[in-house]
């Protein structure tokens, strides 16, 4: 026969874990010269990473102040200045196991007025960018890769959404879609090499929104989705006051759209136009004009 006696429950306490808040209330940290980490504010982990210069805390703006903890919006960061010159530029997002996170940061504006850089890659939107020194016969910028130009609008810190680069542009590769305006100036060195948007070129209401201008040559351009014009003054724009056109596995192209190209109630707006050669234009849906007038 089983015994009935009871047991006497533990009078021993409870003791909850201490719960780890260092990740979770991470400032920003200059890890060595070269590279600064952050949390941005869905909780990633952004490390910030430059190959030539000293970063210090004058080098970056956030919408609080440097040393405080927490989720922190990457509003500047400020190259201006000679040691920078040259220098690639890597802002990168990995979603935090302690705080979340989508893996992707987002940018107001890279500041590089009066200096050369080399290749910029963003994870995420970017407002902005300004690079080149006066010297066009360099490149102003070798490359810019991100996920997306201007798709959150000046929400992150810019103050506008033009980017203005000095000298040659070597390859603009948008992943999603670009609304800003990417201005490339310099005379005939004002060139872009190439450019590919994984999503479309999306006018507004602001003149030259969605829009890509270069005083020099451009080469090939694709746009695997549509070229939009919207009520902006030409917006929804790819534009060369030199010739577009390159090769692209081995055969010439000027302008590949994927979507269709659409104008807009803005004067010249839902436009591909080149001042000189424009290479072969495919356009996989509809041509279509707007409301909008070309300027006399």
């Given at each position: ?75 500047l960061v400020d190259l201006r200045g000679a040691e ?138 694709i746009v695997k989705g549509s070229v939009i014009g ?67």
């Open positions: 026969m089983k015994s009935s006696r009871s047991y006497p429950r533990s009078h021993s306490r409870h003791r909850p874990a201490l719960e780890v808040l260092e990740d979770r209330m991470m400032p920003a940290v200059l890890v060595n010269p070269t590279t600064l980490t952050y949390q941005d504010v869905d909780g990633d982990t952004v490390t910030v990473t430059v190959t030539r210069g000293t970063l210090d805390q004058t080098n970056f703006t956030f919408d609080g102040a440097f040393a405080d903890s927490g989720p922190q919006q990457l509003r920078f010159q040259g220098s690639d530029l890597s802002i990168t997002a990995v979603r935090s196991a302690t705080n979340g996170g989508d893996g992707f940061v987002n940018v107001g504006r890279i500041d590089g007025s009066g200096v050369d850089l080399g290749a910029v890659v963003v994870d995420g939107d970017l407002g902005a960018i300004d690079a080149g020194d006066a010297t066009t016969a360099t490149p102003g910028l070798a490359s810019l890769t991100v996920q997306s130009l201007g798709r959150l609008g000046i929400s992150t810190g810019a103050a506008d959404l033009q980017s203005d680069i000095v000298g040659k542009l070597g390859v603009l590769l948008v992943k999603s879609d670009l609304l800003g305006t990417v201005r490339v100036t310099g005379g005939q060195d004002g060139k872009i090499g190439s450019v590919k948007v994984g999503g479309s070129l999306l006018g507004g209401a602001l003149t030259s929104s969605g829009s890509i201008q270069a005083e020099g040559n451009t080469g090939a351009v919207g009520d902006g003054d030409f917006s929804g724009r790819i534009a060369s006051e030199g010739k577009i056109g390159g090769t692209v596995n081995g055969l010439p192209l000027g302008v590949r759209i994927g979507g269709s190209l659409l104008g807009g109630a803005g004067t010249s707006s839902g436009v591909v136009f080149a001042h000189g050669t424009l290479g072969p234009v495919t356009i996989g849906h509809n041509l279509q004009g707007g409301a909008g007038t070309a300027p006399a």
